[in-house]
């Protein structure tokens, strides 16, 4: 579930009821987003919606045309000749007909093809601006898996609409001509639309509460399969032996999926037989009206041939109409998820105009009392945590798993508002700046640093992308994370792809993807540095090269350094140490050593395990 303050973004079964209001509003917005992307091609759909309905009474009157001139050939010796135009005609429907519907696809193609890729650029950007807490809550996930998935459905829409038009004006002109003939005929053409309605009503909001149920297992349907995929989690997963418990994990989910969807199908057919049995019985009905029409010598027989097919036609017209209406109320709905998460505006936010670090000098930081819980737990991150750091400082955080060091860091980044308490940099409140701006001033190393399979290039031009073309600065910012020798040995240096998913990628040692996540932070040249566990993956020596280049590159510039190894705390000019969510002390090294206090305790463990570790 999300925080109570994201739940208006919930995505839950009653957003799959629009009003119809709220469903024209839809369509509308899908008219509109398509009619941006291509207008030529959505005015063309409708025009030829609105020709191509008389096609098909066309074809029906000249059937019936030639049935009577056939007779009056076969019966009373009339020239063959008077067959011609008739069959002219008809063969020129059928010709434009043809035509209509090669065109139309087309059509429908490149507008789903344009309209899909446009709203998905737009809907990965405004997902990439919301809140870290609504992208890393299930519920938040089910809602952007949903909408992207029927984003085409907005693109679908002006086919989908022009589909509706056709018939519609064909079942006008229709009605009309069987209502002059026999009103009865056409009242019982016209009142198939209500039973199908309900049903068809029926059976499409089964599919879509279907849909959204089964959201959720579908993610771990995926996630499970993608451990079978994945390089690394396949190896460990037939080395470690769970594979075959992967698979079955698989299994119990299609199964579990397949079991609703039987439900549904099972339903839904039941639904659909009534339908088609209430159509049955009212071409019957209105077939027998024609009959009765050609017995009592009201019409010919080529004139019943014509009715005949127009009242069977509008009757199975009625149904598809229905079905299509219903259908155009189903598309709706998922328009309205898909513009459910477009509208989604972040709460973390700041005021019009605000700005950034107004000049290149070093920032002071501080921290007032700030206290944090994470969505969705009841136990507090950080509580009351208060330190200053000069402007210039670089500190260490240190403490065991789980003390709140990278809560810190993320709060510092305003990748979440304190519950309580105040952040501030250069003594104003971090709520007042421009996040963007902000930005752009900190040079960032995440924990768990991503391992982007793209080009050398690439991954350490993201530090600063207006430097991607710049292979000098590159490489300066390769060699202060200490891979530039193992770029420049790759088969094409800079643009070499890493990884193992493309081409002829190169994969690197996890060691040297940590150098490579650091060369990206060494690229961004910010005033603030933020570094959580820079040297995770690296073995001792390397660590001590790493830190001693890390430590140098970020000398006068403002510094937060994560660690759990205490050789980085050394090098640092004030070292913050946290337990439970609190700064319990803080200091340069030889003073907190000297306390004998947390610090001392943790710096004796590590030492007491590298001498207890040594060959006797």
Not at 136 to 165: C, F, I, K, W
Request: proline residues 4%; aromatic residues 8%; charged residues 20%.
């Amino acid at each position: 579930m999300l925080p109570p303050r994201y739940r208006f973004y919930e995505l839950g079964a009653q957003h799959l009821r629009p009003s119809p209001r709220e469903a024209v509003s839809h369509i509308l917005f899908s008219l509109r987003e398509t009619w941006r992307a291509a207008p030529g091609v959505v005015a063309l759909t409708f025009a030829g919606a609105a020709v191509s309905s008389q096609f098909g009474v066309a074809a029906s009157y000249l059937q019936g045309l030639l049935v009577d001139r056939a007779i009056a050939v076969a019966e009373r010796g009339a020239a063959v000749a008077i067959l011609a135009a008739p069959l002219l005609f008809r063969l020129l429907v059928e010709v434009v007909q043809s035509g209509y519907s090669w065109v139309s696809n087309i059509e429908g193609a490149y507008l789903r093809t344009k309209v899909s890729n446009s709203l998905r650029i737009s809907l990965l950007d405004r997902v990439s601006r919301l809140d870290t807490a609504l992208i890393e809550s299930p519920a938040g996930q089910d809602a952007l898996e949903y909408a992207e998935r029927n984003l085409s459905l907005v693109a679908y829409t002006p086919t989908m609409v022009a589909g509706l038009l056709r018939t519609s004006l064909t079942m006008v002109t229709s009605l009309a001509i069987i209502a002059a003939f026999d009103w009865r005929a056409a009242a019982v053409a016209g009142a198939v639309c209500v039973p199908c309605g309900v049903i068809f009503a029926r059976m499409g909001r089964s599919r879509l509460h279907h849909e959204l149920r089964a959201t959720p297992e579908n993610r771990r349907l995926y996630y499970a399969s993608s451990l079978l995929r994945a390089p690394a989690s396949v190896r460990e997963a037939r080395i470690l032996g769970f594979r075959d418990y992967l698979l079955g994990r698989i299994r119990s989910l299609q199964d579990l999926l397949w079991h609703r969807e039987a439900q549904l199908l099972a339903t839904n057919h039941r639904r659909g037989f009534v339908a088609e049995f209430t159509v049955s019985v009212a071409s019957v009905v209105g077939i027998a009206f024609v009959l009765a029409a050609l017995v009592e010598g009201r019409i010919t027989v080529g004139q019943l041939v014509f009715f005949m097919s127009l009242v069977v036609a509008n009757i199975r017209r009625m149904e598809s109409d229905t079905s299509a209406v219903t259908g155009a109320y189903e598309s709706a709905a998922r328009v309205g998820a898909f513009r459910r998460v477009m509208d989604m505006k972040p709460l973390i936010a700041w005021p019009e105009g605000a700005g950034g670090l107004t000049d290149d000098a070093p920032p002071g930081i501080e921290f007032r009392e700030v206290s944090f819980t994470y969505p969705r737990t009841n136990v507090r991150a950080l509580s009351g945590v208060s330190f200053t750091l000069r402007p210039g400082w670089r500190a260490t955080l240190v403490g065991e798993n789980g003390a709140g060091k990278t809560t810190l860091v993320k709060l510092l980044l305003r990748l979440y508002d304190p519950d309580e308490g105040q952040v501030l940099i250069d003594g104003r409140d971090i709520r007042e700046y421009d996040l963007e701006k902000l930005w752009d001033k900190v040079a960032y190393l995440a924990q768990d640093s991503v391992r982007y399979e793209l080009t050398a290039r690439e991954n350490i031009a993201f530090g600063r992308i207006g430097l991607i073309e710049n292979d000098t600065a590159l490489l300066a910012a390769a060699e202060l994370g200490g891979i530039r020798r193992k770029i420049e040995s790759l088969p094409s240096g800079l643009d070499t792809e890493l990884g193992t998913s493309f081409g002829q990628a190169q994969q690197l040692s996890g060691g040297e993807w940590q150098r490579l996540a650091l060369a990206r932070a060494f690229a961004r040249g910010a005033t603030l540095a933020v570094l959580d566990e820079p040297t995770t993956s690296l073995d001792p020596l390397q660590e001590s090269e790493i830190l001693e280049r890390a430590m140098d590159s970020i000398a006068g510039k403002t510094a937060i350094v994560v660690s759990h190894r205490l050789a980085t705390a050394r090098m640092a000019d004030v070292i913050l140490v946290m337990k439970d969510g609190r700064v319990v002390e803080e200091g340069p090294h030889a003073e907190l050593l000297a306390a004998g206090g947390a610090y001392a305790e943790l710096f004796e463990k590590q030492a007491q395990w590298y001498r207890d570790s040594e060959p006797k």
